[in-house]
Every structure is written in structure tokens, then in C-alpha cells.
């Protein structure tokens, strides 16, 4: 069950807002420089955000969009709303622009046949699936971003289980978001920091209590490798979609991938 806390620390003018799961994984918001009450207001838009896009963006969830679109799609169209076609549109993009490694069917994008006129989803392949998971963070974290834009936020850390991170600003005592990485083999190991600013840091691999779950959609192969890649970059969405194609991707697609975004920098760590 999700649990949402929330404190406030009037010294120092700083808000924190945490739920427990959300999207899969925990989140949390720091805040700097907003008083009291208008950070929770703004605690209160980003949780309805999160809740609104969880339910339609999460497969686990029975009763999502994107489950009814991947229990009916098989059978016949479905028609999607505004914010679903345009998500699906863009992931076809995405896998246009990443040569077929960001795939959010794992199997044939191609398979799925998309109706402008009337907003259907069909699915052409049998058994075929949607899996919004190497993107839905990413496409979050852009709207909660805008939404703190919007209300005036300067300084602030947004943070999703440490995979994909946006840092506004600067920390209180600092020009910029120190974010550490640690090897997920060895606790307490750090294997680099990232100062960030005005920026997002998406981190994808295998991990000891996730592993095997990478595959390479073109070749079909598992990646087992003990991997961590990290992209830094202006855009959140570019930045998850690039991770989820480079930590399948082989060292010749990968230099090609590269080519495609305008990315601040890559951490490639063998673990």
C-alpha cells in the first residue's frame, strides 16, 4: 500500500514529500526556499499527478489503460485517449530514433497498427504486450518538473528510487544536486558523483535483487552482464529511453545510439 509523508523544516525553508511506492518504486521531493503552505500545495499537485499517471501508465494495475489496451488490443482496436495516443506515438519515435532498441512491445513495434483518424490501438502479433516501464518514469518526471516550473519552484530535488532523478537549481550549500552512485553489488561502494543542475540522471542495469530482465529487442538475447549505465540530460524522457536502449545494446549499436541525442554525459560502469 502506498504512504505518503510529508515534513516541513521551517529553519532552513526546506520541504520533504515522500511516497512509499509509486510507479513501481519509491519517490521522493525535496523542496528549498518555498514556504509552508505553498509547498503543500505543490506536494498535493505532484501526488495527484503521480496517482493519475500510475493508474493509467502501470501494467500491474488490472484496471490501467494500458491494461485494457494490452487484454483487448488482441481482439480488436481500442480506442485510447489524447495523453495515451501521444505516448504511444512518441515511443514509436523513440524506437525509430534508437534503431529498433527501445521497444516498448520487447518483441515487433511494428506489429502494433495505429488508427489516426479514429485513435485505435491494434495489435497484429498474438500475445503481444505494451510495456511502458523503460519510458513511464521519464514522461512522469516532465510533467512534475513543468507542474514546479509553473508554480515557481528555482531549487529542487525530484527523485524516483534513485533511477531517474531531476535536480532544479542548486542544493542550500551548493552550486548544484551532488548525486553519488553506488555499485548495486556492493553497498556502500561508490562508484562516482554527478554534480547536477537543471538537468536529469536516469541509471538502468542489472542489479542483484533485479537482474535478467534486460533484453535486446533486434537480437532477441538477454544482457546479464553486471552493468550500470547512467545518462545525464536536459530532456527526462530522453534520458530513460536512451538508458533502456544502451544497457541492451551492443558495443556497435551503441556508438550509433549515441549520434541520435544531445546527451551531457554517459557513465558506462562494469560491475
Not at 526556499?33 to 488490472?62: C, K, M, T
Not at 537543471?198 to 538475447?221: C, D, E, M
Request: one cysteine or more; hydrophobic letters at 35%.
Amino acid at each position: 500500500m502506498n504512504q505518503s509523508s510529508s515534513t516541513y523544516y521551517d529553519e532552513s525553508s526546506m520541504f520533504h514529500g515522500s511516497l512509499s511506492r509509486i510507479m513501481g518504486t519509491r519517490f521522493d521531493l525535496i523542496l528549498t526556499g518555498v514556504e509552508s503552505e505553498h509547498s503543500a500545495r505543490i506536494w498535493e499537485s505532484i501526488q495527484n499527478e503521480l496517482e493519475y499517471l500510475d493508474h493509467i501508465l502501470n501494467r500491474f494495475d488490472p484496471d490501467s489503460e494500458i491494461s485494457v489496451i494490452n487484454n483487448r488490443a488482441g481482439n480488436s482496436p481500442v480506442k485510447v485517449n489524447n495523453e495515451m495516443w501521444h505516448i504511444l506515438q512518441e515511443c514509436g519515435e523513440y524506437h525509430q530514433r534508437t534503431f529498433g532498441l527501445f521497444d516498448i512491445t520487447l518483441s515487433d513495434f511494428s506489429q502494433v497498427a495505429f488508427n489516426e483518424k479514429e485513435y485505435t490501438v491494434l495489435f497484429l502479433q498474438p500475445g503481444l504486450l505494451i510495456d511502458l516501464g523503460g519510458y513511464a518514469k521519464g514522461y512522469a518526471m516532465k510533467k512534475l518538473v513543468n507542474i514546479l516550473k509553473t508554480n515557481n519552484v528555482e531549487n529542487c530535488f525530484v527523485d524516483f528510487g534513485l533511477s531517474a532523478i531531476f535536480a532544479l537549481g542548486h542544493h542550500p550549500y551548493g552550486d548544484s544536486w551532488k548525486v553519488s552512485i553506488e555499485n548495486p553489488f556492493h553497498k556502500g561502494e561508490i562508484l562516482g558523483e554527478i554534480a547536477l543542475k537543471n538537468s536529469a540522471l536516469s541509471t538502468s542495469g542489472n542489479t542483484p535483487n533485479y537482474s535478467g530482465h534486460i533484453i535486446n529487442p533486434l537480437s532477441r538475447k538477454f544482457n546479464t552482464e553486471r552493468k550500470l549505465i547512467c545518462v545525464e540530460s536536459d530532456d527526462p524522457v530522453e534520458a530513460e529511453v536512451l538508458t533502456t536502449a544502451l544497457i541492451a545494446a551492443d558495443t556497435i549499436q551503441k556508438k550509433k545510439l549515441v549520434t541520435q541525442f544531445d546527451i551531457k554525459q554517459i557513465l558506462d560502469y562494469n560491475l
